[in-house]
């Protein structure tokens, strides 16, 4: 049955329609679908039973030409799409199109072509300040206030929610160590974060201003930063992240477009320090830069925190804005993270180097003691936005579940 009647206040109702890769399950055949309820729309064979000029758009395997298509065709297939699915008339010619999502296999949506993560949320950095900096004066260091600090990482690993993560082997040296060893990492760890998509490219030696977010990212989705703190510990000075990170990113298979999330919208926290022209979102006309996202890590399917995205203190469009400022271009399917989402309370933070203080203070799960990760968790990421008349925005979850390389 198709879902035209789902129950009032579905988060993934009509004003959500989320985008995604599937193909049916035991076939070859990808193709964009939109998800509906607990079903998928096959996005493409709807626009051509409609006679719609969005097919070239739709009828793919990948969401790529969508995303190079820019913001007036992501408008306008998103108004068709809610059309199809709200309006009788179309909802007949298109019945026959929808597969239960238990029926079907998700993708990887696009192919990922740059990725950076970030490091925006001040709780999180004063957090990790405070446990390996504990002697400094600060625990932010000083640049901090200053720009979005972020990396490259490794786009081609990463994967789209269910793959299994396997445990990273590598280098680690605890301080009291006279020399490192080898061997599966044994502080394995999740970072909750937010992807941001982009679409549209942008040209080499041609930063992209903060007012121009909107014309060059498609949506966001939610996103697992999977870290080997021992492996990170030993190895980051003084280049940053390497190995400790660089073995698998989650991402989630559907991508909420963000003229879905137009309730979200939120200011983001005071600002502290004033900010270079490029970065400050200070003034009157540039519009709120956060986005009001309540997301739940699980692990095992018991919930140990609940990080609010709307206290990250960088905005995504300061990120992209810091990330083509020196003249670096974008491609179509860049991904870049938020950084590790933390609250400023003790359940609200967004990695178990925090929830645990590295290791410190065990968290009490129904299943035992949890300091890092064991083989056999599965960590669930999943969220929900404000929405239009009071209804939530479901984000697609982002479940990995860890598992060691002989399993
Ligand atoms: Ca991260």
């Not at 879902?3 to 985008?19: I, R």
């Not at 296999?105 to 192919?111: A, C, K, M, S, V």
């Not at 680690?172 to 061997?183: E, H, I, L």
């Not at 810091?322 to 938020?338: I, Q």
């Amino acid at each position: 049955m198709p879902p035209f009647d789902l129950p009032e206040g579905d988060p993934f109702g009509p004003h959500n329609l989320p985008y995604g890769v599937f193909s049916p399950s035991g076939s070859a055949d990808r193709s964009v679908g939109v998800r509906l309820g607990d079903h998928v729309l096959d996005a493409g064979a709807a626009a051509a039973a409609l006679g719609s000029p969005y097919v070239s758009l739709l009828a793919r395997p990948s969401l790529g030409p969508l995303l190079a298509a820019g913001r007036t065709a992501w408008s306008d297939v998103r108004r068709a799409l809610t059309a199809w699915v709200t309006v009788p008339a179309h909802q007949e010619a298109i019945a026959g199109l929808f597969h239960p999502l238990s029926s079907v296999d998700l993708h990887l949506p696009f192919e990922v072509a740059d990725y950076v993560d970030f490091y925006a949320s001040e709780n999180h950095a004063r957090n990790v300040g405070q446990i390996f900096r504990p002697d400094a004066a600060d625990s932010l260091t000083p640049n901090w206030k200053h720009l979005p600090i972020g990396y490259h990482g490794r786009s081609g690993t990463v994967v789209v929610s269910g793959t299994d993560v396997v445990r990273p082997s590598g280098q680690r040296k605890a301080p009291a160590d006279a020399a490192p060893v080898f061997g599966p990492s044994v502080r394995l760890d999740i970072e909750a974060e937010v992807g941001f998509v982009v679409g549209v490219p942008s040209e080499l030696g041609r930063p992209v201003g903060l007012g121009d977010f909107r014309e060059h990212v498609f949506g966001l989705c939610l996103l697992n930063d999977w870290s080997a703190r021992d492996i990170q510990a030993w190895e980051y000075v003084p280049l940053g992240p390497f190995l400790g990170k660089s073995f698998a990113t989650s991402v989630s298979a559907w991508i909420t477009p963000l003229d879905a999330l137009e309730e979200a919208r939120v200011a983001p926290p005071e600002r502290t320090h004033e900010l270079l022209p490029y970065l400050d979102d200070s003034a009157s006309d540039v519009e709120p830069g956060g986005y009001d996202l309540r997301i739940s890590v699980a692990i095992n399917g018991h919930v140990v925190s609940e990080p609010p995205f709307s206290s990250m203190y960088w905005t995504a469009a300061q990120q992209l804005a810091h990330m083509t400022v020196n003249g670096a271009s974008l491609r179509t399917g860049d991904l870049y993270g938020s950084g590790t989402v933390s609250g400023p309370s003790a359940a609200e933070r967004g990695s178990l180097l925090e929830l645990t203080w590295n290791g410190r203070d065990a968290l009490e799960l129904p299943d035992g003691k949890r300091t890092f990760l064991e083989d056999g968790d599965v960590v669930a990421l999943s969220a929900w936005a404000p929405g239009p008349d009071g209804v939530r925005v479901g984000l697609g979850d982002v479940v990995g579940r860890v598992v060691s390389r002989d399993v």
